[in-house]
Structures are given as C-alpha cells and as structure tokens.
C-alpha cells in the first residue's frame, strides 16, 4: 500500500530532506516521496506523511531511521567512466600536470575527492585513469603510493557497496570494454551448496 502525501507534507518531507543533505526536490517530484519512502514510512507503523515527518524530525530518534530516508530518496546513477569529458581532462590535463609537480618537487600527491561516488564505479575509473598516466610513463609503481582518492557518498549502504567493490556483471559492463574488465577486474569463484 502507498501513503499519498499531501502538498503540505510533501513540503514538510522536502524542506527536511534538503535540511539533511542538500538534495533540493521540485513541486514535481512529489512522486518521488510518495513511491520511495511509503514502504520505509507504514513500516515505521505511520499512517500519514506527517506522523513519519514528526518520526524522522524527532531528536530523540536514533540516526538510523534518517539515514534509511535518505537511502531511500537518493538516486544512486553511476557507471564506470560516467560522463567522459571529466575523464579525458583528468587523462590529458590534471594528472600529467600534478604529476609533474610530484616530479618537480611542488607536490607529494595526487589527491582526487569523488563526492557523490555511488556504488564507486567513478573513482575506481579515477583509479584507472591515473593508474594508466603511470604505466604509460614507466612507474606504475608510484602510483598507488602518489595518488588518493576519497570517495564519499550521502548514503551509507551505496558507500558500503563502493568499499567492497564487488559488483555484478551487468553493472561491470555499464562503461568498460572486455580489455578493461579482464585487466583490472577477477570474477570471483561461485558460491555453491
């Protein structure tokens, strides 16, 4: 069953949801708070949108409620080498520049922040792409010691994914080529009985 939310309590939902983590919804995504949060709002046993805005907006909850709601809202779209202009400029331009400065003396590393990472498939391609910038040049090796990426997500349970990174074979195809894939990933053995 689906709690309806009225104008008022979608407002309520939203303000809160923007308050918490930033992410601002429209009059026109209404549907977005009534489809993800219904199921988490009646098994907080809320009949209403209002009885679970008072729930979450409530300080002497535990975060874990707060944390599930903005699991839920959070559209958590990724795939490797999203949106490949970033990738070609951090290929062509950032890394060989910082790692100039490396060479150079001007700089210890290479510090890559992938905010918003998902399930991680954005800064393991970061990885990737700095990875080959140091093969390319002989010195692969000083790569995982001069490049740190931090990876960080609004919702726990994608950012728990991202750690393990294990990911599944439809979500390895989204972005990579076999070469890639056989390179830098290995299937892991099947579980059986």
């Known amino acids: 069953m689906t709690i309806f939310a009225s ?4 407002l309520l939902i939203r303000d809160f949801i923007t308050e ?7 009059n ?5 708070i009534e489809t993800r949060l219904s199921g988490l ?3 907080e046993g809320c ?21 599930m709601t903005l699991d839920a809202i959070t559209t958590n779209e990724t795939l490797w080498f999203r949106d490949k202009y970033p990738f070609r400029v951090l290929k062509e331009q950032i890394v060989p520049e910082l790692y100039h ?11 890559i922040w992938s905010a918003a990472c998902a399930t991680g498939q954005e800064p393991y391609s970061a990885a990737i792409t700095a990875y080959e910038f ?3 040049h002989g010195c692969e090796a000083d790569c995982q010691h001069q490049v740190r990426i931090l990876a960080t997500d609004i919702s726990s349970k994608v950012l728990a994914q991202a750690q393990a990174g294990s990911y599944d074979y439809i979500a390895i195809c989204r972005g ?4 890639q894939i056989s390179r830098y990933f290995r299937k892991e053995k099947e579980k059986g009985c």
């Open 176 to 179: 990579l080529g076999p070469a």
């Open 7 to 10: 104008d008022r309590e979608f």
């Open 20 to 26: 918490q983590c930033g992410i601002y919804l429209d």
């Open 28 to 32: 026109k995504k209404k549907y977005l």
């Open 134 to 136: 140091y093969q390319s």
């Open 47 to 67: 009949r209403t949108f209002t009885d679970f805005y008072y729930k979450i907006n409530n300080p002497a909850n535990n975060t874990k409620l707060r944390a």
């Open 101 to 111: 400065e490396i060479k150079t003396g001007r700089r210890r590393e290479i510090n």
């Open 41 to 43: 709002a009646e098994r």
